[in-house]
């Protein structure tokens, strides 16, 4: 069974530019999720998917930030336009549907955005 | 709001030798559930244990054990016989009513041979 995918692996723009994040949960999960490390310091959820309504997305930092999951499949998130303060590693993760707050959530292995 | 603190940013072991890292929480909530998570330096963040606040009983997978102490809000990793591939960062991570995931700031673990 093939993982929580992201693309691309790294990301380095220019401040200002717009920069497009891609998930793939794993097949037949329900819930989809962005987190965010930055500059080493913890993990902060950004926001929340059911299918393909966003059930939370109070994490969201700012309005430069878009997410969709248009068909409950796959997700992007877009950055626009970038600030350097954007810079670090994005996270997406995936689970089945809810069971009372102890399924397991799968990470993917991240993309590093470094914005200039 | 709840919180997560991981006070140990880095760590090290020797080889066959047993390590614990430190990890507090704050909630309000009566139930939730309590996770560990490690990223080796391959990024993959993969879930490591679990465990359900209602459970008294400390969770248990192979080398790993927790000491979860409810009333401390105390939420520590054991690894036992320490391999080289236990070298990763570890992350814990609290989880309440809402579908989010709270994380500390990590631990990064070395297994030295």
């Known amino acids: 069974e093939a993982g929580v995918t992201q693309f691309p692996s790294h990301s380095v723009i220019e401040k200002g530019q717009t920069v497009t994040l891609r998930c793939d949960p794993i097949?037949?999960?329900?819930?989809l999720y962005w987190y965010r490390r930055v500059m080493g310091k913890e993990i902060k959820f950004l926001l929340h998917f059911v299918k393909e309504s966003k059930q939370d997305e109070s994490g969201m930092p700012n309005n430069r930030f878009l997410a969709e999951r248009t068909g409950g499949t796959y997700s992007t998130l877009k950055v626009q336009p970038a600030e350097l303060e954007d810079s670090g590693v994005y996270f997406c993760?995936?689970?089945?549907?809810?069971?009372?707050?102890?399924?397991?959530?799968?990470f993917g292995p991240g993309t590093r955005l470094l914005v200039l | 709001a709840q919180t997560v603190t991981q006070s140990q940013p880095e760590m090290s072991v020797q080889e066959a030798e047993t390590v614990t890292l430190s990890c507090t929480y704050d909630t309000s909530e009566s139930n939730y559930y309590l996770f560990w998570y490690k990223q080796p330096p391959s990024r993959q963040m993969i879930l490591v244990i679990r465990?359900?606040?209602?459970?008294?009983q400390n969770a248990t997978e192979n080398r790993f054990s927790v000491n979860f102490q409810k009333a401390a809000k105390s939420f520590s990793l054991k690894i036992s016989d320490s391999q080289l591939g236990d070298t990763a960062m570890y992350f814990c991570g609290l989880r309440t009513s809402g579908s989010r995931l709270t994380f500390g700031e990590g631990t990064q673990l070395t297994v030295n041979p």
């Open positions: 465990q359900e606040a209602y459970k008294q």
């Open positions: 097949s037949g999960h329900d819930n």
């Open positions: 993760a995936s689970s089945q549907g809810a069971s009372g707050g102890k399924e397991t959530q799968y």
